[in-house]
């Protein structure tokens, strides 16, 4: 498809806003550069909206919310199919898109726009999942009936590392029920989002319906105090979780803001250890560690230690780091050459406190002006170090070795995340005693990755979430609906025509 989200600038090209049903054309005051992070070259610019950009946005969607909010369900339901079918016919240039801004190989970004589409097909069910409760007679003569009503104007601020698939967790939910969404995505990766926004007006949605709105923290302040906007949400790291929940709460908004996490996979002596060893590669390294679901540290328990050790080195050695569109490919570059280097910093610290660096990526980048890190296995890490603290949203992976699995609970509870875990283990009992005694919002059982299907909910709890709503599933639904009950009586008719002067 030929998009028209971006105009031409002498060096590079500039991508724009998305307001109301068109790509805006005004020269931004501030912009900023997009990379090629397999280069290292700026490839495009993206506009950073002004105050006076995000008011016109919420302006459109103020607009065109009341014809959207009286569409029937059935007819609402049809723009959402109609667009699902779209995206399936377009998502390798969605994935393409992805690829060149972020980084991750090309079959990550497909698995991430399939991923994403499970909420618009979750989202294509919206006329059920609307449906009210109904009790009669609840007194003599009365009847009380709850329904859900949309918000308003809603808007979604998402990160770089998913530039598809966050957006897609919010924004068909909130239409599907009849809101108006102004998307904030990140300004690393602009280009897909935008492209969804084409996708969906190619499939009937009204314009001024969903906005894209680009930029930096000034687009983000004029969002979460903007009087006409109802409620936020967000996915990001826990300090700007944090800053988002407080400063939208605040100005009486409804919010919804996922923060960071550090998760943990407890590897038990009697796990499966090949099984394991492909499920912790794949989970701490794929999409380079640039996922909020990603496996940093493993807690091993007893001599599972040394059996895992053995049996991932030789896996993570293997690794093809390359392009994202390369032949082979099976982990790129990160996001910026600031963010590699951060990442690097954490591996220096690492070494200097002590941790054993079982393998080594930081000369994968020798020759290459790309952001490239290649893998990182330490061991023998302890809780007090850096890499074990911090949220590193790299590829490094920290082992951590306890004695019992009574220790490994409690070394998960005590850290201050709470977004996703695991367990290994061929143990029914453990695995049973692990869901129910563990204090984290997402958990699996011989899964490495448990992120929900579309028709649950995502979210952690502590430090990951800020705010009582998870994101999609029936906690989308309800986050962006309000709950009315209504209670009627309809008194009987007189009986018999009545021919007299009628009195009181």
């Given amino acids: 498809m030929t998009t028209t989200e ?14 109301g049903g068109a790509v805006t054309s005004e020269n931004p005051e501030r912009a900023g550069d997009v990379y090629d992070p397999a280069t290292g070259r700026v490839t495009k610019q993206v506009a950073f909206a002004s105050p006076d950009t995000v008011d016109r946005a919420v302006a459109a969607a103020a607009g065109a919310y009341p014809a959207w909010r009286d569409m029937p369900l059935a007819r609402r339901a049809r723009t959402m199919f109609a667009f699902r079918e779209l995206l399936q016919q377009h998502k390798e240039e969605l994935a393409r898109l992805i690829t060149a801004e972020h980084g991750k190989v ?17 989202a294509c069910g919206l006329p059920h999942l609307l449906k009210g409760e109904f009790s009669e007679n609840v007194s003599t003569g009365v009847d009380t009936y709850s329904i859900r009503q949309p918000l308003g104007v809603v808007a979604g601020i998402t990160p770089f590392n998913f ?34 926004v084409e996708l969906f007006e190619r499939a009937g949605l009204p314009a001024g319906v969903m906005n894209v709105v680009h930029g930096d923290k000034v687009a983000v302040d004029s969002l979460l105090l903007h009087k006409d906007v109802a409620a936020v949400s967000s996915v990001g790291s826990t300090p700007v979780a944090r800053y988002i929940y407080e400063a939208a709460s605040g100005a009486g908004k409804r919010v919804q803001a996922l923060g960071g996490a550090k998760n943990h996979m407890v590897v038990m002596p009697d796990a499966d250890m090949d099984a394991t060893a492909d499920a912790v590669v794949g989970s701490a390294y794929g999409s380079a560690g640039e996922r909020c679901m990603a496996i940093s540290a493993v807690v091993a328990v007893g001599p599972a230690g040394d059996a895992l050790i053995d049996a991932v080195k030789p896996r993570i050695k293997a690794l093809h780091v390359d ?90 509870n005590s850290n201050p995340y709470g977004n996703g875990t695991a367990i ?17 919002g997402m958990v699996g059982i011989n899964v490495p990755i448990p992120v929900p299907m579309a028709f649950y909910s995502f979210g952690g709890w502590k430090n990951s979430l800020f705010g009582d709503a998870h994101v999609h599933g029936m906690d989308g639904v309800r986050f962006y609906t309000r709950s009315k009950v209504v209670t009627s009586r309809w008194p009987a008719p007189p009986a018999g025509s009545q021919l007299g002067f009628p009195t009181n």
Avoid at 6 to 19: A, F, K, N, P, S
Avoid at 108 to 122: H, K, L, N, Q, T
Avoid at 167 to 194: D, H, Q, R, T, Y
Avoid at 335 to 345: N, P
Wanted: contains cysteine; negative net charge.
């Fill in 106 to 122: 090309l079959s990550d970004a497909m698995g991430e726009v399939e991923r994403g589409g499970e909420v618009v097909d979750f």
């Fill in 424 to 440: 290994f283990t061929s143990s029914g009992a453990a695995a049973r005693a692990f869901q129910r005694e563990i204090q984290v």
């Fill in 323 to 412: 392009a994202g569109t390369a032949d082979g490919a099976e982990m790129g570059p990160l996001v910026t050459g600031a963010h590699r280097d951060k990442v690097v910093s954490f591996v220096d610290a690492g070494v200097s406190e002590g941790a054993e660096l079982v393998l080594d990526g930081r000369d994968a980048a020798a020759g290459s002006d790309g952001f490239f890190l290649g893998p990182c296995l330490f061991d023998h890490v302890e809780p007090s170090m850096s890499i074990y603290q911090e949220e590193i949203f790299g590829p490094v992976l920290s082992v951590v070795r306890v004695e019992t699995f009574d220790e490994a609970v409690e070394l998960v």
């Fill in 6 to 19: 971006d105009t031409r600038t002498d060096e590079v090209t500039l991508v724009q806003h998305r307001i």
């Fill in 163 to 196: 530039p598809a698939m966050v957006p897609m967790w919010m924004f068909p939910i909130a239409i599907a029920c009849g809101n108006a969404f102004i998307l904030k995505p990140s300004e690393k990766a602009p280009s897909a989002p935008n492209m969804l």
